[in-house]
T-cell receptor, first 112, second 116 residues
Framework: QQPVQSPQAVILREGEDAVINCSSS?????VHWYRQKHGEAPVFLMI?????EQKGHEKISASFNEKKQQSSLYLTASQLSYSGTYFC?????????????FGRGTQLTVWP | ETGVTQTPRHLVMGMTNKKSLKCEQH?????MYWYKQSAKKPLELMFV???????ENNSVPSRFSPECPNSSHLFLHLHTLQPEDSALYLC???????????????FGPGTRLTVL
């Protein structure tokens, strides 16, 4: 049930791009992306719904391939503030009951 | 207070103690969640409450007992815990309703629990 994230860690220079992937073995209704900085709470970034709707961050984009049961988060022209651990959470039921299964996270470090 | 607050932020307890974690959301949401975050493990969903009713218990041991007296408050009562229960416990809330709605979850800062 838990999605698989890749890569486990990424190190970038400021201004470089990164892609973080999230794959599921089950059909997905929606995918949520969060970023957690050390010692802080996870912060919502993006949500992508089956059917193409999405809501999220202005400078971060994501894709959702329903057929392949995977999502990718695109971080372009990375800034120092992008450093943190990125989690994807999957909703495989599409119900109103509210349940997300999270991946292990991808640790992103941006250097000046 | 804004967003989701949790108290205490840090807690050290012995295996025979009884303690409670408190979560309060100031967002007018109708769903609340408890998650456990251990080192190098994914966020694990423990409990889900919708409109004060428990709708999900993710096979959590009975030494963890949730309580949701109203849609703004959520407690996690702890008793006879084990050292492996040491972790960061996160509370979250969301506005559940329509299947097609976004329902993003807002997290509190967490309680860092250490069981000796």
């Amino acid at each position: 049930q838990q999605p698989v994230q890749s890569p486990q860690a990424v190190i970038l220079r400021e201004g470089e791009d990164a892609v973080i992937n999230c794959s599921s073995s089950k059909a997905l209704y929606s995918v949520h992306w969060y970023r957690q900085k050390h010692g802080e709470a996870p912060v919502f970034l993006m949500i992508l719904l089956k059917g193409g709707e999405q809501k999220g961050h202005e400078k971060i984009s994501a894709s959702f391939n329903e057929k392949k049961q995977q999502s990718s988060l695109y971080l372009t022209a990375s800034q120092l503030s992008y450093s943190g651990t990125y989690f994807c959470g999957i909703d495989d039921r599409g119900s109103t009951l509210g349940r997300l299964y999270f991946g292990r996270g991808t640790q992103l470090t941006v250097w000046p | 207070e804004t967003g989701v607050t949790q108290t205490p932020r840090h807690l050290v307890m012995g295996m025979t103690n009884k303690k409670s974690l408190k979560c309060e959301q100031h967002l007018g949401h109708n769903a609340m969640y408890w998650y456990k975050q251990s080192a190098k493990k994914p966020l694990e969903l423990m409990f889900v409450y919708n409109f004060k009713e428990q709708t999900e218990n993710n096979s959590v041991p009975s030494r963890f007992s949730p309580e949701c007296p109203n849609s703004s408050h959520l407690f996690l009562h702890l008793h006879t815990l084990q050292p492996e229960d040491s972790a960061l416990y996160l509370c979250a809330s969301s506005q559940r309703g329509q299947v097609s709605s976004y329902n993003e979850q807002f997290f509190g800062p967490g309680t860092r629990l250490t069981v000796l």
